[in-house]
């Protein structure tokens, strides 16, 4: 079992930048795939990004490509979303997960970590 820790939240004005950090405590394989979600407040949790960690193969919900950037350090386990450019609807807490069969439904997962808040101001 691969745990996962989320890190990097934080406060930021509308149009700043924060970079999340989704750590393992264990060895990540190349089938894995490692997703980010995210739950505003009063809304269900939703799919962000997603990275292939045998690859470079990325993925993102539209309300967020060209502005959110998913990338991995492998010797480090370390899976990071880089979020520029954000906005007052980006503000929710946000959680990775790992998974062996690639799903955008966060029902498929039963396992989730704490989690890192990130509010943006307008």
């Known amino acids: 079992q691969v745990d996962l820790v989320e890190s990097g939240g934080g406060l930021v004005q509308s149009g700043g930048s924060l970079r999340l950090s989704c750590a393992a405590d264990?060895?990540?394989?190349?089938?894995?795939?490692i997703i980010w979600f995210r739950q505003a407040p009063g809304k269900e949790r939703e799919w962000v990004a997603s990275?292939?960690?045998?690859?470079?193969?990325?993925y993102y919900a539209d309300s967020v490509k060209g502005r959110f950037t998913i990338t991995k350090d492998s010797p480090k386990n370390t899976v990071y979303l880089q979020m520029d450019s954000l906005e007052a609807e980006d503000t929710a807490v946000y959680y990775c997960?790992?998974?062996?069969?690639?799903?955008?439904?966060?029902?498929?997962?039963?396992?989730w970590g704490q989690g890192t808040q990130v509010t943006v101001s307008s």
């Open positions: 997960v790992r998974t062996s069969s690639y799903s955008t439904q966060p029902q498929d997962f039963k396992s």
């Open positions: 264990g060895r990540i394989y190349s089938s894995h795939i």
């Open positions: 990275i292939r960690w045998g690859s470079t193969k990325t």
